[in-house]
């Protein structure tokens, strides 16, 4: 793997939109989010656009957030559905599906995280988008990704640049 967690957020030279590859690029289907994060840094080429991995949720995943005006939260998730189905919602979507993949079980969903976050007076993204990529469930350690979930990528890709050439 080859994307590095990166700086703090707000130390992105003026980047005002955030793309973050959350998972665990050493468990199987659990490193989509990072692989998706990966190619876009090689496809994006716009100084107001901020890739990083992480491996974290809830209170450590809000500060990262902080000072951008958009994110997107690609991650891997498991709702039910068949391994590679895509699932694009916002983390209060997310939180009302009980779809916490986000978050650990000791630690605050996303969409809390976000509401302790801006009670204390931080600057947070109005505007998040989670691209959730349906995984197997992985206790096995790997870097490789289930097939479902291979073929799920490049459609993954292109929901996020859907995403950040559409909008504003």
Not at 149 to 164: D, G
Request: hydrophobic share 45%; with cysteine.
């Amino acid at each position: 793997m080859t994307c590095s967690a990166g700086a703090f957020a707000g130390e992105g030279a003026g980047a005002t939109t955030l793309v973050i590859g959350l998972g665990n690029p050493i468990l199987g289907d659990d490193g989509v989010g990072w692989r998706v994060a990966e190619n876009l840094r090689d496809y994006l080429n716009d100084p107001d656009v901020e890739v990083l991995c992480l491996s974290l949720g809830g209170l450590a995943l809000m500060e990262h957030l902080a000072g951008y005006r958009r994110v997107i939260i690609v991650d891997a998730m498991t709702s039910g559905a068949p391994a590679g189905t895509l699932h694009r919602m916002t983390a209060q979507e997310m939180d009302e599906l009980s779809v916490q993949h986000t978050a650990s079980v000791h630690d605050l969903s996303l969409s809390t995280a976000l509401a302790l976050g801006r009670e204390l007076g931080l600057e947070l993204p109005k505007e998040i988008q989670i691209v959730g990529v349906e995984a197997r469930v992985e206790l096995a350690f790997g870097e490789t990704l289930s097939p479902a979930v291979q073929s799920a990528l490049p459609l993954a890709m292109e929901l996020v640049k859907q995403w950040l050439h559409n909008q504003p």
